[in-house]
């Protein structure tokens, strides 16, 4: 990795160059040793800034760190960039892939014939293959709005029934005696259910 050190108005002693070195040693094994780095250490009066940039391919990780120690800001500005490497790294693991193209996608419902190989005394019969579709076909919600399916006054349950056997409901909401919700719906087996509502 090739480090590039700036100082303004602080001198850069080998002590802290080593510090940098070994804290981007250990960044190099998450993002790679195919990156440079830009190193700024400022000093302003009683506070110490350390800019670290590290650029990886197309891009730019930046940390900054700014304490009363120039060890403490360099060991934040490397914190901020190993949290920016890590979250790349997993966006890059989590990225879905988009759908096929139509022309790569398998066709619905292909049937094929498969040919068998002849062998003595067997008779040739043929096969169908069938695939599944790629795509689950969904049905849409079909959706009717109706007041016929409303009673409008207190109905008992026999009351409903034949309200509904007479109009030939599917579905009749009705509230009884005791100002109770209820529901009337004809099952697939042409049996009535009803629904308490609470």
Sequence with gaps: MIVDFTGRQFEITPKIRKEVEAGLAKLAKIVGDNCTSKVILIAERQRRIAEITLTRRTKKLVGRGEAADIYSAIDEALEHIEKQALKLNTRKRDTKRGVKPAWKAVPEEVEEPVKVQRTPNVTEVPVVVHRFPAR???????????????????????????????????????????????????????????????
């Design 136 to 198: 689950a076909k969904m049905s849409e919600a079909h959706l009717v709005k109706s007041q016929d399916a409303v009673a409008v006054q207190p109905l008992t349950i026999e009351e409903a029934v034949k309200e509904c056997e007479f109009r030939d409901l599917g579905v009749l909401v009705f509230r009884d005696k005791q100002g109770d919700l209820r529901v009337l719906h004809r099952r697939k087996d042409g049996k009535l259910g009803l629904i308490e509502v609470p």
